[in-house]
T-cell receptor, first 111, second 113 residues
Framework: SQQGEEDPQALSIQEGENATMNCSYK?????LQWYRQNSGRGLVHLIL?????REKHSGRLRVTLDTSKKSSSLLITASRAADTASYFC???????????FGAGTTVTVRA | DAGVIQSPRHEVTEMGQEVTLRCKPI?????LFWYRQTMMRGLELLIY????????DSGMPEDRFSAKMPNASFSTLKIQPSEPRDSAVYFC???????????FGPGTRLLVL
């Protein structure tokens, strides 16, 4: 079963705008990870945030984690056409090592 | 490093045939994962290995599916006999340790007619 659930399911923005997507999960976690998948390709790891961390940055990406609300957000600033992809959050439960993926958010960046 | 290598990249077969998918993980990674992705069910974990030992195969759909990891640099996922509902993209991923960042291969797109 899917642990993480992304919201929204789809997002369309203009190039240069920011894109924000959210992820909610059900059980306590060891860490939460965000991945990107371009059409027809494999998943690419973006950021891993641990349960004792609240925020992480990587280039134009910013991830926040609120364990009290069991939620995370991924912000892409100054979006580019190349950011068009599906974005997945995945959680590693506290008592296991398996990664559980959500259904993903499809982001379209219009030129 | 070459990344995770999967073969074949595409496979078209007829119902009832045996299908074998192959994966070479990144050197030095101790954990290997097989996933299946479909539009209807999303990304599903089928099985994962740690130090070549199968740890959790609860995601394997049924007895028609089997996976092996004879050594640290090679794994196979076999479907016998294949059925049209097995059509999907199958991904292999590896990680340095369990629960950490996973590195995905390009996937094998399987079509069972």
């Amino acid at each position: 079963s899917q642990q993480g659930e992304e919201d929204p399911q789809a997002l369309s923005i203009q190039e240069g705008e920011n894109a924000t997507m959210n992820c909610s999960y059900k059980t306590s976690i060891n860490n939460l990870q965000w991945y990107r998948q371009n059409s027809g390709r494999g998943l690419v790891h973006l950021i891993l945030i641990r349960s004792n961390e609240r925020e992480k940055h990587s280039g134009r990406l910013r991830v926040t984690l609120d364990t009290s609300k069991k939620s995370s957000s991924l912000l892409i600033t100054a979006s580019r056409a190349a950011d068009t992809a599906s974005y997945f959050c995945a959680t590693v439960p506290s008592n296991d090592y398996k990664l559980s993926f959500g259904a993903g958010t499809t982001v379209t960046v219009r030129a | 490093d070459a990344g995770v290598i999967q073969s074949p990249r595409h496979e078209v077969t007829e119902m009832g045939q045996e299908v074998t998918l192959r994966c070479k993980p990144i050197s030095g990674h101790n954990s290997l994962f097989w996933y299946r992705q479909t539009m209807m069910r999303g990304l599903e974990l089928l099985i994962y290995f740690n130090n070549n030992v199968p740890i959790d195969d609860s995601g394997m759909p049924e007895d028609r599916f089997s996976a092996k990891m004879p050594n640290a640099s090679f794994s196979t996922l076999k479907i016998q006999p294949s059925e049209p509902r097995d059509s999907a993209v199958y991904f292999c991923a590896s990680s340095r340790t369990r629960g950490e960042t996973q590195y995905f291969g390009p996937g094998t797109r399987l079509l069972v007619l």
